[in-house]
Nanobody, 118 residues
Framework: QVQLVESGGGLVQPGGSLRLSCATSGIGFSIYSMSWYRQAPGKQRELVAAITSAGSINYADSVKGRFTISRDNAKNTVYLQMNSLKPEDTAVYYC????????????WGQGTQVTVSS
């Protein structure tokens, strides 16, 4: 059974930091590309950051220089360090696992709420 469990969300003031974690089980984590998406109320889900099995990384322009994605293959976990948070970063953040050779092997976590507000 595949599970992706996000944690680390919460309420933070503008300029603050949060670290999201996504613990996985039931997949060959090391070969999967891992991504973080977010969805704000009334908006489409958007890609925030992604990291491949080889360690290649890309970010949305809106978070470059503020967010850092990383992975620990020994712990089957992907992280998103979020610094200098802004109110517009408020959203539900979702973890995604995608097998590079099989589009059918695509999994989502349940999401974790991040709220940036004073």
């Amino acid at each position: 059974q595949v599970q992706l469990v996000e944690s680390g969300g919460g309420l933070v003031q503008p300029g603050g930091s949060l670290r999201l974690s996504c613990a996985t089980s039931g997949i060959g984590f090391s070969i999967y590309s891992m991504s973080w998406y977010r969805q704000a109320p009334g908006k489409q889900r958007e890609l925030v950051a992604a990291i491949t099995s080889a360690g290649s990384i890309n970010y949305a322009d809106s978070v470059k220089g503020r967010f850092t994605i990383s992975r620990d293959n020994a712990k089957n976990t992907v992280y998103l360090q979020m610094n200098s948070l802004k109110p517009e970063d408020t959203a539900v953040y979702y973890c995604n696992a995608n097998h590079p050779g099989n589009l059918l092997l695509n999994y989502w976590g349940q999401g974790t709420q991040v709220t940036v507000s004073s």
